[in-house]
Each structure stands twice: as C-alpha cells, then as structure tokens.
C-alpha cells in the first residue's frame, strides 16, 4: 500500500515482547517479526532466619532438613549478607521465625539492602509468628536472695566502662532504686520531696533540701535527681555533684536553663540504700554487681533485660524497605531511626522498652509507620520530620492507625505521641493516650492531623 507521496506505506503494530512490520510495495508483500529484548523474570530471593538455625547454611529453608545439613540462617545480619549478594531487582523478603534475637550490633539498612518503587525488599515475620528484636542482654540466673533482694555479677556480661540505666522485667520497665518510692503519696510518678524555702535565690544548680534522708547513704557517687525546678511545664533528671548533709545543700553537676524555686518537687535516684521495694534496682560499676529486687513473677522463667545497643534497627539512604510483624525492644535511645531515606514501611509492629522515642524518621520522603504498637518509651513515641521550609516542599511521612501510649516515662516534658517537624507530614487515625504531656506537637508548615 503506498501513501500519497509515492513512498511505501509502513503499519506498525505492537504485542506483548513482539512487534510486526509490513511493508508493500510493488505488490511484494514482506513481514519481517522483531523480538524485543526483554529481561526474563526471576524469582525474587527468599531467606529464612530461625533461632534454630545456622549463618553456615544457605538460609533457604524455613526449618532444619532432616540431616541438618541445610536450613535458616541464625542472624538478621547473615540474611542482609546474602540479600546483597542476591539480585534484588525484582524484590526480594527475609521472613523471621518465631523466637528472641538479641542484637550485638544493629540492622543498619541503606542503598545496598534497597528495593525499588515496583518491588520492595521485606523484613517480616513468618506467618504472623512472633518474633522479638532485643537491643540488650538478658538475664535469667540470680544468686540466692536476702529480704527478697537478687544479686547478680555482670562482669562476664557487659565491659567495665559500659553504663546503663534502665532494665527491664518480663517486658516492664523498672525502677532505678530511688526516693521517695514510686508507690508513695497520690501524685503523677508517685512519691515526692521538695526544694526547701531557704534555697539559695535565683540559683541554677544548688537548691536545699528537706529532712535528712541523705545522710544515710553511705555512697552519694552517681546519684541523680528527677526535677521540676521552676515550671510545670519542664522536668529532667540531673546528676549530683555534691551532697552537704550539714547544710542541706544539693550541688548539681551543671547550670538548669531554669532558676531552682523552693517548693518545686524531686526524687533522688540511684541509690543503694534506697533499695527497698519491689520493681526497683540498683547497678555498682565498680564491682559490676546487679542488684534486683523483682516483683512477683508471673511465669515460669521470668526474663531481665538490660539495654545495650543504642539503636535496634538503623537506616539511611534506604528506600523501598518493608518491616512488619515485629516486636522491637529494649534500645538505650530510638529502637528505629530512619534518616534520609524514601518509601520506608513500618507497619504491624511493636516498639516498646526504649529509652528515647520509639521511632524516628528524619529526612526523606514518603515514609510510614502504620498500625503499630508503641509503649515504655523514655521520651515520645513518633517523631516525623522533613520537608523544606524555605520550598515548602512536602516529606509526605505518615502516622497511620498507630496505638501509642505510656510514653516520656523519664523525661516527660515535650515528649510527645507523635511529633510533626518540617512539612507536609501526616498524622491520621491514631490512639494516643496514658502520656504525662502533649498527645501530638507540630512545628513547621501544612501538616494534617485527622
């Protein structure tokens, strides 16, 4: 068929992988069939871990063979070795069996372990099996104890120089040995004292206080105060610098932003001699000696865990990356910080037992934490942050479908549920309660909260 002009008229029709070109001329008719070049779809890699497994197996089962030869791998950072050996093109997914993992060291997540916007890599419990990612140690073995007191020596367990103040027991936090007792009087965070009405005016770090409950502690090294100094509206916990019993005189080891008001209510806290009821602890570093007086257990083998590892599961750069089913616990700070990173799932989870907020993202875009759980936490629960103020280009992070609630358990001031920094973040459809300040705080531009 010829075209107007005199030249041979060319149709093109496209298949799927195939196209058809026919040209006439002169009455000859010739088909000529081009094949495109096509990548051939291979299945995405799927790894095992298990706590029965072994780093030496190939991580392709999801249990031990019969010869136990082949099976799971025993670490999340023995399948993040075979992910990036992996083609991860068309995706791929670490499913984790059922079990406690207790981490030396964190998940760090960045470009190498990336999906991409078609096929995200996922992180997931197997068959909604649960599964705890524990940031810390756990103890299970006491010496005999005396008037209920359990002591413990950790010298086989944790360095000499490494610190920790918090510890937790069949998954609750407990009380650094302190006083007044938490179960004392009926105000929020139970019993208090108070600074004394001769206080030094205007003073940021010496205040007097009352009685002389102090001169029974025969150490007073490492003992801290938990205070509200001035205003409602701001408490922190401070260490002590320099007890004078005679005086009545409390040094702190720095300056307050606030001047020290008589009147204002404390507690003191890390204190042997204050180790007097249940649920509280008390941890020497110079003999490395644990001392616990646990409350009533209610199973079998009840489980001390001590945080080690500032963070469970770290990202940056990521993109593409699913978490879901888990159960992550026991960090010194943010049990999951995301930083500068895109399309991150965080979904179907739990966060609990942190000593700062229980996730993070900062940066990035178009991240998620959707229909977690989020508890204990030492500060907030959610913190969303980006977008560019200047553009007000929008992050577009979210908070979905969250239950977030006993949270800023240390430090309780703007410690919120869930903060929004930034721009253009969301927060929708979230349980926020049992919190001792703001259930949501925002900063910046064009948020939405529903």
């Known amino acids: 068929m010829h075209s107007g002009n005199g030249y041979p008229h060319k149709v093109v ?22 094949l495109f070049s096509a990548t051939a779809w291979t299945a995405p890699p799927l790894f095992y871990v298990s706590t029965q497994g072994n780093d030496s197996w190939t991580g392709t089962l999801n249990m031990p063979n019969a010869e136990a030869s082949d099976g799971p791998f025993l670490t999340v950072h023995r399948a993040q070795e075979a992910l990036r050996a992996s083609d991860t093109s068309q995706g791929a997914a670490v499913y984790i069996r059922e079990g406690r993992y207790h981490l030396d060291r964190p998940l760090e997540l ?30 299970y073995d006491y010496t005999d104890s005396v008037k209920g007191i359990y002591s413990l020596s950790l010298s086989d367990l944790i ?17 650094l040995a302190r006083w007044p007792n ?3 009087g009926e105000l929020p965070g139970g019993g ?44 922190t916990i401070v260490p002590v610098s320099k007890i004078k019993t005679g005086t009545n ?7 307050l932003p606030y001047t020290l008001q008589p009147g204002r ?37 009840p489980m001390t865990i001590i945080p080690m590892l500032d963070h469970a599961i770290l990202m940056e750069g990521a993109a593409h990356i699913n978490l879901m089913g888990l159960t992550i616990e026991a960090t010194r700070k943010e049990a999951v910080r995301i930083t500068d990173s895109t399309q ?62 006993h949270f800023g358990t240390l430090y309780q001031n703007y410690n919120n549920g869930i903060h929004l920094k930034g721009v253009g973040n969301l927060a929708r459809n979230n349980h926020i309660h049992d919190g001792p300040h703001n259930g949501i705080l925002l900063t910046g531009n064009e948020h939405r909260i529903e």
């Open 13 to 34: 029709r496209v298949f799927s992988g195939l196209t058809i070109q026919r040209y006439s001329r002169m009455g000859i008719l010739s088909t000529v069939l081009i």
């Open 110 to 139: 960045g470009p190498l372990d990336s999906g991409n916007d078609q096929a995200p890599v996922r992180w997931q419990a197997y068959a909604q099996e649960e599964v705890h990612i524990i940031g810390g140690i756990t103890l």
């Open 159 to 175: 360095p000499p120089e490494k610190r920790f103040w918090q510890l937790f027991h069949e998954g609750k936090r407990q009380t």
């Open 182 to 184: 938490a179960g004392e």
């Open 192 to 235: 208090w004292t108070y600074i004394a009405a001769d206080t030094q005016k205007n003073s940021r770090n010496t205040f007097t206080y009352l009685g002389d409950r102090p001169n029974s502690w025969a150490a007073r090294k490492d003992i801290e105060v938990s205070i509200w100094p001035n205003h409602n509206w701001w408490q």
């Open 249 to 255: 005189t409390i040094t702190l080891n720095r300056d």
């Open 265 to 301: 209510r404390f507690f003191f806290q890390n204190i042997r001699e204050e180790l007097d009821a249940p649920g509280e602890w008390y941890y020497d570093p110079d003999t490395q000696v644990l001392d616990f007086y646990p409350p009533e257990s209610s199973t079998e083998v």
């Open 344 to 405: 991150i799932l965080f979904a179907k989870s739990t966060v609990r037992n942190t000593g700062d907020f229980g996730v993070v993202i900062q940066g990035g875009e178009r991240n998620r934490v959707v229909g977690c759980d989020v508890y204990d936490t030492g500060r907030g629960g959610i913190w969303l942050e980006g977008g560019d103020r200047m553009t007000l280009a929008p992050a577009g992070h979210q908070a979905v479908n969250n239950d977030i609630h």
